[in-house]
T-cell receptor
Framework: GDSVTQMEGPVTLSEEAFLTINCTYT??????LFWYVQYPGEGLQLLLK?????DKGSNKGFEATYRKETTSFHLEKGSVQVSDSAVYFC????????????FGQGTTLQVKP | DAGVIQSPRHEVTEMGQEVTLRCKLI?????LFWYRQTMMRGLELLIY????????DSGMPEDRFSAKMPNASFSTLKIQPSEPRDSAVYFC?????????????FGPGTRLTVL
């Protein structure tokens, strides 16, 4: 069945370091792909999305490119800030137009000043 | 626009008591999802509704849990009787399922502590 696998966390970086959080997926066809972010004490919120192969989603300095050849959607940011400390979830929709999302297990990012 | 509204934000109760969590969807949305999040198990989907109809409740842990949508904009999740292992943060999320890349909008969560 459809699934999402994220790299294990936590990821600890110094401010201004380069960030990559890996995400790979298994799915039928070419579903949309999402990254959600959860800041401490809050609910998840959409960070970015890509709707078809080779699309690049971007927001707040974060980017992710939909790679169908490698079935990946890795999240990157060139220079992280302390305020980026959060849990990041990769997700894809379950086929069948139900609106249900399949989430990865989440990757905790801690950025130190 | 108001986002998803959850109440209460925090709930502390004793084992055996009934707990009711509430969620108001974003106006115009037609799907509602209840999640539970703990350190041990991560984010779990409990149940979801499309157009007020429960579609999949396979994530509901046991019969002590029940969820309803009495109307298109409101939902409740009830735990009766509550147990300490139910302690978690409960989120609801709403979405407009329209055949496109449907974004779920999460509420701020209810932190439940069962003593």
């Amino acid at each position: 069945g459809d699934s999402v696998t994220q790299m294990e966390g936590p990821v600890t970086l110094s401010e201004e370091a380069f960030l990559t959080i890996n995400c790979t997926y298994t799915a039928t066809g070419y579903p949309s792909l999402f990254w959600y972010v959860q800041y401490p004490g809050e609910g998840l919120q959409l960070l970015l999305k890509a709707t078809k192969a080779d699309d690049k989603g971007s927001n707040k300095g974060f980017e992710a490119t939909y790679r169908k050849e490698t079935t990946s959607f890795h999240l990157e940011k060139g220079s992280v800030q302390v305020s980026d400390s959060a849990v990041y979830f990769c997700a894809l929709p379950l086929s069948g137009n139900t609106g249900k999302l399949i989430f990865g297990q989440g990757t905790t990012l801690q950025v130190k000043p | 626009d108001a986002g998803v509204i959850q109440s209460p934000r925090h709930e502390v109760t004793e084992m055996g008591q009934e707990v009711t969590l509430r969620c108001k969807l974003i106006s115009g949305h037609n799907s509602l999802f209840w999640y539970r999040q703990t350190m041990m198990r991560g984010l779990e989907l409990l149940i979801y509704f499309n157009n007020n109809v429960p579609i999949d409740d396979s994530g509901m842990p046991e019969d002590r849990f029940s969820a309803k949508m009495p109307n298109a904009s409101f939902s409740t999740l009830k735990i009766q009787p509550s147990e300490p292992r139910d302690s978690a943060v409960y989120f609801c999320a709403s979405s407009l399922v329209s055949g496109g890349p449907d974004t779920q909008y999460f509420g701020p969560g209810t932190r439940l502590t069962v003593l």
